[in-house]
């Protein structure tokens, strides 16, 4: 497995953890949103490490946009959702990969 499929399982999961109705809402809430901070900080690092390995970039991108805007209740949920899903289905393409 390549460090950047780790990476976008990591990210992945951070995300799908934000996506959990309420309890995502809470974290985001309760840590002054600072989770969303972290979440862009992973997103990042992700990003950069697609690009030493070669895989797809998207997700990460998705995900920094994610991390900007999920700070409005309906619109985060959904789209901690869908980065969440394109996260993991690219790290597993990219664990097949190499």
């Keep these: 497995m390549t ?6 399982f ?4 951070f995300e799908a953890l934000l996506a959990i109705p309420f309890i995502g809402g809470s974290i985001v809430f309760f840590t002054g949103y ?6 862009l900080v992973l997103h990042i690092i992700t ?15 998705i995900g920094i946009i994610t991390s900007l805007i999920a700070g409005i209740p309906v619109i985060g949920w959904i ?19 190499g």
């Design 3 to 8: 460090l950047s499929a780790l990476a976008k």
């Design 10 to 13: 990591i990210s992945g999961g």
């Design 34 to 39: 600072s989770a969303l901070g972290i979440a």
């Design 47 to 61: 990003l950069l490490l697609t690009f030493v390995y070669r895989t797809a970039k998207t997700p990460s991108i």
């Design 79 to 97: 789209m901690h959702t869908i980065t969440a899903i394109l996260l993991i289905v690219s790290a597993f393409a990219d664990s097949r990969r």
